[in-house]
DNA sequence: CGCCATTATGACAACGTTGTCTCCTCATGG
DNA sequence: CCATGAGGAGACAACGTTGTCATAATGGCG
């Protein structure tokens, strides 16, 4: 900035009037300004300009488990569409479902005084992010839970969900219904097995735990389960994916087998409408949970100070013939 | 920061050389500096830092279409892996195919003082990055190369993938062969396209004009497509989608077709190879495509001064059923 | 016992901006 | 001809850090 006040032979006071479109700056200096500005391809350090206003970087954090995973890229897409509706940038990252990368994550963000941060967690304690949230980072966990805080948080009915999962099954017939989770740890697997349980005792199914797998999902976990519940004569008749990972590699796991149970999918995910038959899933609107929650945070970026919400998305059940299968 | 050095009764100077682990710091000092900085939940300013210090800002940023896309969002995952490896964090923005908002974002970028920046270009041109790249900032484009300057490029094999998906369908026995591509303003529709025609001539098939449309894949341009290019007695019998989003609206206007044409997709996509009949498609390693180029990025940031690059990286054809349906 | 090297700490400036205050000039009106 | 005020521009401090240098207290050694 000095450089440009010296070329255009004025104190940088007035370089920086010029810059941020201040009255009072007579013409022709400005022009001059705007020439040497050009000249040396001036671009304002918007660090120091936020350092010396105290004002906000104008950047909120986004930590996922995975901005790869066609879920969460919808979502960060869905929070950026808010974001720049609020002249915000988004600081992306993933913790890969690990909490200790999740809180350096977050810690950094701070560092850098993003207005905000919204957190899918990935660990279970966040006490934390309480020094930071005291400290005037608003922060709203999406799709789990935090941990051990009482915070913002949006999350889908995952209960809710599994349950009619069952329902729908039972209706067409179904009494051995599997279910294919993610890890337990996962607040939303946990949610969605529960759901599973529930849904079993309202429909008078009875919960038979050695028709359940909880693990990572992985082509070999899902094979291995594939393996040991959907075949042999006492195979189960229907199984429920707990979530768009584990679908997808159970209809691979499955796609050779000479028959296809009947299946419903916590998640949709694309091209499940297409595949033959098409398949049943509890479908839930991701954008909507990464508005709702970045609708949130800028409202508490802009000064809410109401009580911490809890809101919970609906989902509703979309049959497309996999669940309609008779056993 | 003297909110802490009062508390610990100590100079700022003391408080800075705790938190950056300076040596000769009193081991009884350094404790009650610690304590008052868990008390008071201190967070250094980063901005601050890098201000003082002149170092780099620790992101780089990332500009593509749309982060939501599975494509970009592969890319994006691609990038925040390299870039964590050399410990930066990754600014991402959607430019919405805007050439407007890709020059927004990328100056914007800048001026937040980002290592560097990987652009898939929406725009032609990119003259207003030489100031940046000149003070400093280095770009690296990937996907598409830029428009009117000289800079590091990374692409795939668009024209050899597109000769190669021709070949294949001609292998089976097709003459008439469809194009579905994306608005041919965009460089890798308009590279496929070229594919497209060179792979007819050196296949000694006449390219037909009337069989290309060359769009922005929605589903109602493709319906629209469909209807006039793979209906009716003089259809074609194979046709080829330009890119994964034109392969998706493409198998879904037709799903309820009595007969579905040869087919081959530039762009692999999940759930290809379980679809009715698996679809061809012609590969490539869009991590690959994000590794190579956030290498190159981190490369340049590091100080390599070497004339800019140009990669281009291989495709692969892979043979799934959908190619290889008779005429 | 005095000197020097070492250790521990602080004062101060600087990074690149912008807010505040002050100063100067010139036109206007009485 | 002077008081008034508006318009234009600069000096200076401050944002939260850290690098440089200076200073004070310690201990070892001749």
Redesign the interface.
């Given at each position: 900035m000095s450089d440009v006040a010296r070329l255009a032979g004025v104190s940088i006071k007035t370089v920086s009037r010029v810059v941020n479109d201040e009255p009072a700056v007579h013409p022709d200096t400005a022009e001059r300004v705007v020439a040497a500005i050009e000249q040396l391809?001036f671009?304002?350090?918007?660090?120091?300009r936020?350092?010396r206003r105290g004002s906000t970087?104008g950047?909120i954090g986004l930590i996922v488990e995975?901005?790869?995973?066609?879920f969460?890229?919808?979502l960060?897409?869905?929070v950026?569409r808010i974001a720049t509706s609020f002249g915000r940038?988004?600081?992306?990252?993933?913790s890969e479902e690990n909490s200790d990368r999740e809180r350096e994550l977050a810690?950094?963000f701070?560092?850098?005084?993003v207005d905000g941060i919204l957190v899918v967690p990935a660990g279970m304690q966040h006490g934390y992010l309480v020094?930071?949230m005291?400290?005037g980072t608003p922060v709203v966990f999406l799709d789990r839970p935090a941990g051990d805080i009482v915070a913002d948080t949006v999350l889908v009915d995952n209960l809710g969900g599994t349950i009619d999962a069952v329902t729908h099954l039972v209706r067409h017939g179904h009494r051995r219904i599997a279910f294919l989770g993610d890890s337990p740890d996962i607040f939303t697997a946990a949610e969605r097995l529960r759901g599973f349980r529930e849904g079993c005792v309202r429909n008078g199914v009875s919960y038979d735990e050695s028709l359940v797998v909880m693990r990572t999902p992985t082509p070999e976990t899902i094979a291995h389960a594939v393996a040991t519940l959907l075949t042999g004569p006492s195979a189960a008749t229907a199984v429920i994916a707990g979530n768009n990972r584990v679908a997808?590699h159970l209809?691979?796991a499955l796609?050779h087998a000479e028959h296809r149970p009947a299946m419903v999918s916590f998640d949709d995910?694309?091209?499940a409408?297409?595949?033959?038959p098409p398949v049943t899933v509890v479908a839930h609107d991701v954008s909507a949970l990464g508005h709702a929650a970045a609708e949130l945070l800028f409202a508490r970026i802009q000064g809410d100070q109401s009580a911490p919400r809890k809101v919970v998305l609906p989902v509703h059940l979309v049959a497309r013939g996999s669940g309609e299968v008779a056993p």
């Open positions: 391809g671009r304002r350090n918007l660090g120091a936020n350092l970087t950047t995975d901005v790869g995973n066609p969460y890229s919808e960060n897409r869905a950026e940038h988004v600081l992306t990252g993933s810690l950094e701070c560092a850098r005084r020094p930071e005291r400290a997808v209809l691979r796609a995910f694309e091209l409408d297409l595949l033959d």
